[in-house]
Nanobody, 113 residues
Framework: HVQLVGSGGGSVQAGGSLRLSCAVS????????LAWFRQAPGKEREGVAG???????TYANSVKGRFTISRDNAKNTLYLQLNSLKTEDTAMYYC????????RGQGTQVTVS
């Protein structure tokens, strides 16, 4: 039974940085994908970044060059480094196993002003 717990959100000024964390417990298997999503009020949920067991990363065009997804295997924690934040990055951010259908952690709010 996989559980994910996200943290690290906050309020920052435009141009600032944040690092989101997602503690993953339970076995995710040898072939896995972990992803970050976000949802702003009144907008559809958006896949932001993904990382798989081969080390391949995927980013939404809106965050390429600004966000970095990574994982600390020893700590079983997924990260999302958010740099050069823009007001349009304001959203609730979620970590999730797999791009669709996997368990999802609770959201962590990112507010950019």
């Amino acid at each position: 039974h996989v559980q994910l717990v996200g943290s690290g959100g906050g309020s920052v000024q435009a141009g600032g940085s944040l690092r989101l964390s997602c503690a993953v417990s339970g076995s995710i298997g040898d072939r896995w994908c972990l992803a970050w999503f976000r949802q702003a009020p009144g907008k559809e949920r958006e896949g932001v970044a993904g990382l798989d067991d081969s080390g391949r990363t995927t980013y939404a065009n809106s965050v390429k060059g600004r966000f970095t997804i990574s994982r600390d295997n020893a700590k079983n924690t997924l990260y999302l480094q958010l740099n050069s934040l823009k007001t349009e990055d304001t959203a609730m951010y979620y970590c999730q196993k797999d791009w669709s259908g996997g368990p999802r952690g609770q959201g962590t709010q990112v507010t950019v002003s």
